[in-house]
């Protein structure tokens, strides 16, 4: 009782001065509040409190969460009440959450409410008392098989298929050890951000075993010798503990990107393959800018109406151009100014940085013996070497994932410079890689000399650039394209 009577000490009745402007607002908010409990009880008894509870009442009544509500119902946490995220159980937070729900009810009904509403949401409950109720640390499983389905580019709009298994990994419940993905929840691990969106990392720290800490600072901070912020940060409470939320942070309200929601209703046989360079088409469409709505659905009309005397079955285009409007509906919404690129998504590292905020292996530490050491950026520390297929190509890979890598794999160009081993040496690549591990469709076929910083546009135009993005990601076109290549990278 006694922490929730702390918790409630504001508004303090014997303080208010109502000549205060900050005091006469406290008032108004207690006001409602009361009122809104009153109405509650008296209108619907307990009902009246349950349905202030319910999805109903957060996502429709409040008009502003409105697209949080459809991307919510479109998630796999449909059936998950938008308070166990937001609210979870106990007396406190649930009297906290009716004061927090009373101001924004007030900023509604004032209309001075923030478009889009603010992410990460600043007085979010603890991950540990919310998402663990449901989803325990323990449970987590070993390593899982994705197959993610691209489409380029081309004519064909050729299928590109990517396979890797992440190493998902978690706590071991008889050792407390924790190794893979989730090892960040099983450790303590630290960090400051410099940016509201907690995407530009200044410094992480890892308690060690012997209750050390292991520090890494951004190398440009590290090479000015600016270390004081830290002690600076942790006296203003601005040091953040990882938690679920960190890389989880659109958990129910992911909106996908322009590539990846066309791809997707390719896959789904809502935008038909037999449309030339729709695929390409489609995603430059979306990623356009546009006055209104109207003009998008317009933009869209156009695309479909190009295709009308290409003896395509109109049927084709038709569905085509809803699929686009439903993708605009659902991942646009002007009156809030939301959009996919309002909130990075951090459980990825495409098309934002994602877990490349740390693992760029510019985030340095000198260890005992003066060695330097980064966040490791190793493509396969998360995940296996991605195994690509194109078009109709059938690749039968099993991944090699236990075992020691022999010496001349540590450098990341062993994946060019091994096309000049001999047919004598593959015998030895076979005792650990199979047959077919050269079928791999991002790597035959691949012209790559060293020259490649000259060759590349044509190597582009033949291949397609899904297939550089398998060894390459964003991050090495972008140093030298900084406004992206790929149509992935949010731009300015
Ligand atoms: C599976 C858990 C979960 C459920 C269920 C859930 N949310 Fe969220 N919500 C989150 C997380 C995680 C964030 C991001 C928090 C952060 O980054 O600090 C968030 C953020 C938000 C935000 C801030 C804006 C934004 O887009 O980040 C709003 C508004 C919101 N949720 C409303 C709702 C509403 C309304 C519902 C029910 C219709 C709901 N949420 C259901 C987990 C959930
Ligand atoms: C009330 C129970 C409940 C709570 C609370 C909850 N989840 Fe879930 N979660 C589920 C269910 C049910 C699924 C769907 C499982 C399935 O489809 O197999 C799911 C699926 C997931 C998935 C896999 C699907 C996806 O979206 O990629 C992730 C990740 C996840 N939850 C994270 C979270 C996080 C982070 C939180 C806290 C913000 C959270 N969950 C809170 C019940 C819950
Ligand atoms: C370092 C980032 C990170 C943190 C921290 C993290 N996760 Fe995850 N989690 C991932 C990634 C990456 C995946 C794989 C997502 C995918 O399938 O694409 C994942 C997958 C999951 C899944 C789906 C598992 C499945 O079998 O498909 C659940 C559920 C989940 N996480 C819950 C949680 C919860 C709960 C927490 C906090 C206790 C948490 N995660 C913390 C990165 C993280
Ligand atoms: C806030 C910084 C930060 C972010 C963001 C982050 N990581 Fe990490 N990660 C670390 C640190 C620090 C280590 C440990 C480095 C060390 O001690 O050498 C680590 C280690 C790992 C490990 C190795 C764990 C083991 O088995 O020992 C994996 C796997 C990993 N991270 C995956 C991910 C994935 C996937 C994401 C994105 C979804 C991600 N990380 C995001 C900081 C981060
Ligand atoms: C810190 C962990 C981590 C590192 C390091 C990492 N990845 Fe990933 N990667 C992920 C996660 C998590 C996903 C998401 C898988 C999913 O979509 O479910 C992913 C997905 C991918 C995909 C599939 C993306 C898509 O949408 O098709 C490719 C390709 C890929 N990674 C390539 C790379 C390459 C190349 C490197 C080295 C430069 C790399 N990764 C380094 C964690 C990592
Ligand atoms: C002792 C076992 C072993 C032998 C022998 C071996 N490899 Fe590997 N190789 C691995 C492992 C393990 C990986 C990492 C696979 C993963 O995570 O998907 C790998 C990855 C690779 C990769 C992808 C590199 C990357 O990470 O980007 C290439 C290319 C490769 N090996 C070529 C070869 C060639 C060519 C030979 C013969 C000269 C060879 N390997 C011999 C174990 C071996
Ligand atoms: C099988 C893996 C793989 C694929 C697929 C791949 N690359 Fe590369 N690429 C590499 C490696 C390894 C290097 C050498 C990088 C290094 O040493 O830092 C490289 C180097 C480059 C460079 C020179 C970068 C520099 O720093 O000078 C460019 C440009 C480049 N690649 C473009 C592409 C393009 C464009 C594609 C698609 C047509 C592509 N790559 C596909 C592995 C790959
Ligand atoms: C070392 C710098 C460098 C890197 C790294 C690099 N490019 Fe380029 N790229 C260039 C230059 C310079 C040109 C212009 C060449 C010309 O006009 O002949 C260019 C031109 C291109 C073009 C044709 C013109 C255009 O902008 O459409 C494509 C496509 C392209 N690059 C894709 C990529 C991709 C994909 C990657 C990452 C895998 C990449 N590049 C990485 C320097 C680079």
Not at 122 to 134: I, K, M, V, Y
Not at 332 to 357: A, S, V, Y
Not at 369 to 392: A, F, M, W, Y
Request: include cysteine; proline fraction near 5%.
């Amino acid at each position: 009782m006694k922490a929730i009577r702390n918790r409630l000490k504001w508004p303090r009745p014997l303080t208010i001065d109502l000549s205060k402007p900050a005091h006469r607002w406290r008032l108004l908010i207690a006001a409602v509040v009361f009122v809104l409990f009153g109405l509650a009880i008296v209108a619907g008894g307990v009902q009246g409190y349950s349905y202030t509870e319910s999805v109903g009442f957060c996502g429709t009544t409040c008009h502003p969460m409105g697209p949080q509500l459809i991307l919510y119902q479109q998630s796999p946490h449909a059936k998950v009440a938008c308070t166990e995220c937001h609210v979870g159980a106990g007396l406190q937070p649930f009297v906290q959450s009716k004061i927090d729900g009373s101001r924004q009810l007030l900023g509604m009904i004032l209309n001075n409410y923030s478009r889009p509403i603010k992410s990460p949401v600043g007085n979010l409950r603890p991950a540990r008392e919310t998402c663990e109720e449901c989803h325990t640390p323990t449970s987590f499983k070993d390593n899982i098989t994705k197959s993610i389905k691209h489409y380029d580019n081309d004519q064909a709009n050729t299928l590109v298929q990517t396979t890797l298994i992440l190493k998902l990994g978690g706590m071991n419940t008889a050792t407390g050890q924790g190794k893979g993905i989730h090892w960040h929840i099983s450790s303590e691990v630290d960090y400051i951000a410099l940016d509201p969106q907690r995407q530009v990392m200044a410094w992480v720290g890892i308690k060690q075993p012997d209750g050390t800490l292991k520090e890494f600072f951004a190398s440009d901070i590290a090479g000015m010798g600016q270390k004081a912020f830290v002690e600076d940060a942790r006296a203003k409470g601005l040091i953040r503990r990882m938690d679920c939320i960190d890389c989880h942070n659109r958990a129910a309200h992911y909106i996908p990107y322009p590539a990846e929601a066309v791809d997707g209703a390719i896959t789904n046989g809502l935008i038909s393959q037999d449309l030339p360079f729709i695929r390409k088409r489609a995603v430059d469409l979306l990623n356009g800018k546009y006055n209104t709505e109207g003009d998008a659905l317009k933009a869209i009309q156009n695309l479909g109406d190009s295709y009308k005397s290409s003896g395509i079955d109109q049927a084709k285009i038709d569905a085509a151009v809803k699929a686009l409007d439903d993708i605009y509906g659902n991942t646009t919404f002007p009156d809030m100014n939301l959009d996919w690129k309002t909130n990075p998504n951090n459980q990825k590292h495409t098309p934002t940085l994602g877990c490349f905020r740390c693992h760029d292996g510019k985030h340095v530490t000198t260890n005992t013996d003066g060695k330097t050491e980064t966040i490791s950026v190793q493509c396969n520390l998360c995940h296996t070497v991605p195994i690509v297929s194109r078009g109709t190509e059938t690749v039968v890979e099993a991944p090699v994932i236990v075992g020691n890598v022999p010496a001349t794999h540590t450098d990341f160009s062993w994946t060019i410079t091994h096309q000049t081993i001999t047919a004598a040496d593959k015998n030895e690549c076979y005792q650990c890689h199979g047959q077919a591990f050269c079928n791999n469709g991002a790597c035959h076929n691949l012209q790559h000399p060293t020259n490649m910083a000259f060759t590349h546009p044509q190597e582009v135009a033949r291949v397609g650039q899904q297939v550089c993005f398998t060894c390459h990601q964003d991050i090495t076109c972008t140093r030298c394209h900084p406004g992206g290549v790929s149509g992935l990278t949010p731009k300015p």
